[in-house]
Nanobody, 125 residues
């Protein structure tokens, strides 16, 4: 079992920045993919960014160029640097871990097995 805990959310004005952090504990040896997802009430959980163990990354088009996902494998830690925040970035943000499928990581919630409790990000205009 893998336990995932994220932190770093908060309230910020549009144009500001936040950095989210996530740690994974337990047996994460098969979790070659880690990612950040976000969700607002009444909507499906949306992929934000993913990263593999070799630090290959993929981003949702809506955040590309503004957000950066990174990791410290030695610490089993994951980060999301969010710059130039917009009100539409307001959501509950979740850290997740899961395996590769067909040698790839996918920016879709169904491909991830372990989830954190969420941290709220609110961006005001």
């Amino acid at each position: 079992q893998v336990h995932v805990v994220e932190s770093g959310g908060g309230s910020v004005q549009a144009g500001g920045s936040l950095r989210l952090s996530c740690t994974a504990s337990g047996d994460a040896s098969t979790s070659y993919c880690m990612g950040w997802f976000r969700q607002t009430p009444g909507k499906e959980r949306q992929g934000v960014a993913i990263i593999d163990r070799d630090s290959g990354t993929a981003y949702a088009s809506s955040v590309k160029g503004r957000f950066t996902i990174s990791q410290d494998n030695a610490k089993n830690s994951l980060y999301l640097q969010m710059n130039s925040l917009k009100p539409e970035d307001t959501a509950m943000y979740y850290c997740a871990a899961g395996p590769m499928y067909s040698g790839r990581c996918y920016l879709a919630s169904g491909f991830f097995h372990y989830w954190g409790q969420g941290t709220q990000v609110t961006v005001s205009s």
